[in-house]
């Protein structure tokens, strides 16, 4: 893992987020300087400041680890969940019923 790259992209969601590095740092309980040896790729970020910096950026952990998720779904899916997005919000609704039913059924 480069840490140049995570650090490009926590700086690009503060941005994102309008946030300057001493915004980032009060809101996350992490001083400036651990904030700015992130950014410049100095330093990696340990897993608990990591987690508290995608709290208050508001994307995921692996928004700032990596570029790209391999195999984000099970391929045993078959695209089910995309087919589920493109229905009325109803029927989504119902559909996630009953396969809640179905799991707890199986569990």
Partial sequence: MEYSMVGKRIKEYRLQNKMTQVMLAE???????????????????????????????????????????????????????????TLPTKEQDRIMKIMDALVDAAG
């Fill in 27 to 85: 809101k996350t309980g992490l001083s400036e300087m651990a904030i700015y040896s992130y950014e410049t790729g100095k330093r990696l970020p340990a897993l608990e400041p990591l987690v508290l910096l995608s709290n208050a950026l508001n994307v995921s952990t692996d928004a700032l680890l990596c570029d790209y998720i391999e195999n984000p779904a099970s391929p045993k899916d078959g695209g089910i969940m995309d087919k589920v997005k």
